[in-house]
């Protein structure tokens, strides 16, 4: 136990004695200089470098572009490409879903294809009550939705209160005798109004031309897409005045109406309005009998 002891106290010992360091002209043998230390300070001396050293090493990687020349780490610029991308991916997948959802309206807009849930949809909306206002006690459910949408619009847009009027405002296609009206019940969401033969066909609003093609079922046929969600077809059409892509004006010819298409039985426009990928009935919004 004694020898531990004596051992232990030798080693303390033993760090703690000191020692001259003596700088010497190797030709002279001149003293130039010494240092007293001891094994214990040249311990404690070494350890405070080292830690100082790799406090300075970690700051100068970690805040100077020298990190980028360590193998696995990124370069901010990579990262930077990378953050940039994830938000360009996120932004094309909406648009992805939007778009999607707006070729899904069309297409359903073309084969009146309307699915079991957007006939419980439809159903909501005749049951809800209709809109009173104090000009016209009777106010139709259509046209009251079209003036609360509008409304709404008019809440948010920057466009004046007159320009917005002016774009909303619905131009009857043609004039003529309605001869199947809209019919839900039968799937018929359109209206048939019997014209002449080549009657001028016109846009119900401002808009641009979203297709404009032959059907074998029903002729030719043109759809314009409007403000609001609102969307106009055309069907049955003798020839065609605009192409896909195009502009169009409140009351500009867009076709001449024909008899053209195997489901056609007589001169006729086949005239369709839809709001956000639901059929709406035309007579609420248009006087076709008017001359």
């Known amino acids: 136990m004694k020898d531990k002891v004596n051992k232990k106290r030798k080693f303390f010992q033993r760090l703690r004695n000191p020692y001259i360091i003596m700088i010497i002209d190797e030709e002279t043998f001149e003293e130039k200089g010494q240092i007293r230390t001891s094994r214990f300070k040249s311990i404690l001396v070494s350890l405070l470098l080292i830690c100082i050293s790799s406090v300075l090493i970690f700051t100068i990687i970690s805040y100077t572009s020298l990190k980028e020349y360590i193998p696995g780490y990124d370069s901010s610029e990579i990262r930077a490409k990378a953050i940039q991308n994830l938000f360009l991916t996120d932004s094309l997948i909406q648009l992805y879903n939007q778009n999607l959802k707006y070729l899904n309206s069309v297409k359903r807009v073309l084969t009146e294809d309307i699915s079991l849930k957007d006939q419980d949809s439809l159903l909501v909306i005749q049951e809800t009550p209709v809109i009173k206002d104090e000009f016209n006690p009777e106010l139709i459910l259509e046209d009251s939705l079209l003036r609360v949408f509008v409304s709404q619009q008019d809440k948010y847009s920057p466009v004046s209160r007159n320009e ?117 009935d035309p007579e609420n919004f248009f006087n076709f009998s008017a001359q």
Do not use: C
């Not at 909303?168 to 019940?185: H, K």
């Open 164 to 280: 917005m009027k002016l774009n909303t405002f619905l131009f009857p296609p043609v004039n003529g005798q309605i001869s199947q009206p809209f019919d839900r019940d039968k799937s018929h969401y359109a209206i048939d109004i019997a014209v002449k033969k080549n009657m001028p066909v016109k846009a119900i609003a401002d808009g641009t031309v979203i297709f404009s093609e032959w059907t074998s079922e029903t002729g030719y046929v043109i759809i314009l897409e409007h403000n609001l969600g609102l969307l106009s077809v055309y069907k049955h059409n003798s020839s065609l005045n605009k192409r896909q892509g195009e502009s169009v004006i409140s009351g500009e010819v867009i076709a001449t109406a024909g008899n053209t298409g195997e489901y056609s039985t007589g001169y006729h426009l086949h005239f369709e309005l839809w709001m956000d990928g639901y059929p709406m």
